[in-house]
Structure formats: structure tokens, C-alpha cells
């Protein structure tokens, strides 16, 4: 089984009828570039950069500690693309560095673009990091937990000074790079249309989704049983974004785990999704049921 897969290395990802669609990686550290690279993905579709938050003890982690991660990923990957998601703090992904304790209900707490808007001098030192990297590769950025149009333009408001300083600074970024948001609340489902006017890219994230549209801890032990991705509610959400994303001649992908689950990928084809982005294992899975797929 191994094997065949093994043979799936350098073949396209499309359908019998032809229609074709990317299969990235999903990735926390630096160790895992090699696993997206020795499973052939067509680039990393979200970059958790969390885990250097939450790997680095009490301290944040520096702008060139930062930018010597984001670098190494985009001179691995050359020409393709590697999306780093802003620090999605929060939740169920604490950190040493912040003080997030005392919150009655984290999951709908402080957490992703929350705790960036909030800590701008934290939140640019990243994207510092990101825009030096850029130089490097093909980098775009993407923002977390996303919930209004203001956010997102006040987001962008801290990457233009970003640019600015680096600017001023004469270090070198990529002046196009690709900003993108995930969707994971039905807000950002409803508002999807107004936000493709904003950015280049979007990601559906299904784990977040699926919790705050099921309105269920995904944490919960107790609740497991109504953790349901399959939900009517989902796939209807799902092809709403889709569709009011290519109205805006934007890229959307799905980088929740619902993106490894071969049960649903003819129906995402179907859709007309344009990358599914999944654990680096689960990439060659992928392409071979995309190839089966009439
Ligand atoms: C998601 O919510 O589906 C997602 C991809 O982000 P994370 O699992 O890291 O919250
Ligand atoms: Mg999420």
C-alpha cells in the first residue's frame, strides 16, 4: 500500500474528468517541512505558527528567531506557496508567554486575531518576521478567527506599518504578498462576500467552524457526540464561502480536518474548491482518492 502511494510522488492531483485541485500541507514546526516535502504537497496551506509561541517557554519568541523559521520554510519550498497564520493564541493553545488564565469560556474567549489586535507591539514584531522572510519564497499571511470587516482592514493597518518600518529600515520583503483570512465563525461565513473584497485568500478552518456553529466546546469530552462536521449547517456554509469567494475571483481552500476526509472530497471538487490543505500524511491519501474520483 505503502508503495503505490510511494508512486503517487510527482503525479497530478486531478480527476478522471480532469478537474484539478491543490493538496497542501499543514504544519506546526520547522521539523515537519521535511514531511511536507517527502510527501510531495503543492505547498504549506497553514503554517500554525502558534507552536513557537507555545514551544518557546515563558518567553515570545523574537523577531529573528521568527523570521529564521518562516525563512527556512520558504527556501524549502521554493517557488510554492507557504501560508503562515498569525498566532492563534488562545483557546485551547496557551502560552507561557501570556497570561490567558481566568477565562469562563476560552474557546469564545481571548484568543487568535483577538490577542494580535490587542498586543500590536507583539502582533508586528510577526509580521516583521514574515515580511523579512518573504524575500525568501513564497510567502502569504493569513489571519485567525476572524468575525467582522474591521478587523481584518485593522490588521492590515498593522502589516502596512510593518512594511513601512522595513521600508525604512531598506530590508527587503515581497511588496505583493498575499494576505488571507480563515473562516472559522459563521460571522465570517455571513460577511465572506465583504471580505473577498478585502483580501486575496481564503481557508476554511472546519474544526472551528463546526464548534461555533454547533455551538459545542469541541473540548468537551461530554460533548463529543455532538461534534458533527457532516452537519447539513456545515456543508451549507462551505458552499456559501466557496461561492462568494470565486465571485470575487479569490482562492479559497479547506484546511480543517474535514479536508483529509476522503468521504467529502468529490463533494468539495463538486463545490469547486481550490485546495484542500492536510496533515502531510494524509497528502498522498488524498491524491489517490482525487485520482479515483469520475
Ligand atoms: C480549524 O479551526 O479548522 C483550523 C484549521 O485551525 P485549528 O485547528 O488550528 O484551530
Ligand atoms: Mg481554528
Redesign the pocket.
Known amino acids: 500500500k505503502v508503495e503505490t502511494l510511494e508512486r503517487l510522488k510527482g503525479k497530478e492531483n486531478i480527476t478522471q474528468s480532469g478537474q484539478k485541485i491543490d493538496v497542501c500541507a499543514?504544519i506546526g514546526n520547522r521539523e515537519d517541512i521535511e514531511k511536507v516535502l517527502r510527501n510531495d504537497a503543492n505547498g504549506i496551506g497553514?503554517f500554525?505558527s502558534?507552536f513557537l509561541y507555545m514551544e518557546s517557554g515563558g518567553r515570545m519568541p523574537t523577531e529573528e528567531q521568527q523570521f529564521q523559521t518562516y525563512k527556512l520554510a520558504a527556501e524549502a519550498m521554493g517557488m510554492k506557496k507557504v501560508i503562515i497564520?498569525t498566532a492563534?493564541l488562545g483557546?485551547?493553545?496557551q502560552a507561557e508567554s501570556l497570561d490567558l488564565s481566568g477565562e469562563g469560556n476560552p474557546m469564545m474567549g481571548y484568543r487568535g486575531i483577538r490577542i494580535s489586535l490587542d498586543k500590536e507591539e507583539m502582533f508586528k514584531t510577526q509580521l516583521r518576521a514574515i515580511l523579512r522572510a518573504s524575500a525568501f519564497g513564497n510567502l502569504g499571511i493569513m489571519f485567525?478567527m476572524i468575525t467582522s470587516l474591521e478587523e481584518v482592514i485593522a490588521a492590515k493597518k498593522v502589516l502596512q506599518k510593518a512594511k513601512d518600518e522595513l521600508k525604512e529600515e531598506k530590508t527587503a520583503y515581497d511588496q505583493n504578498i498575499k494576505v488571507g483570512v480563515?473562516i472559522?465563525t459563521p460571522a465570517a461565513v455571513m460577511i465572506s462576500g465583504e471580505l473577498a473584497r478585502e483580501v486575496d485568500f481564503f481557508?476554511?478552518?472546519?474544526?472551528?467552524?463546526?464548534?461555533h456553529t454547533l455551538a459545542m466546546d469541541r473540548t468537551n469530552r461530554r460533548l463529543a457526540g455532538y461534534y458533527n462536521p457532516y452537519h447539513p449547517a456545515l456543508i451549507k456554509m462551505i458552499r456559501i464561502v466557496t461561492n462568494n469567494v470565486h465571485l470575487e475571483g479569490k482562492h479559497i481552500s479547506i484546511?480543517?480536518?474535514?479536508a483529509a476526509d476522503t468521504s467529502m472530497t468529490e463533494t468539495f471538487i463538486q463545490m469547486g474548491v481550490d485546495e484542500l490543505s492536510v496533515s502531510p500524511g494524509k497528502v498522498l491519501p488524498l491524491r489517490k482518492k482525487i485520482r479515483e474520483i469520475r
Open positions: 499543514n497553514l500554525r502558534e497564520r492563534d483557546g485551547d493553545k485567525p480563515m472559522e481557508s476554511i478552518g472546519t474544526n472551528d467552524l463546526t464548534q484546511c480543517g480536518d474535514l
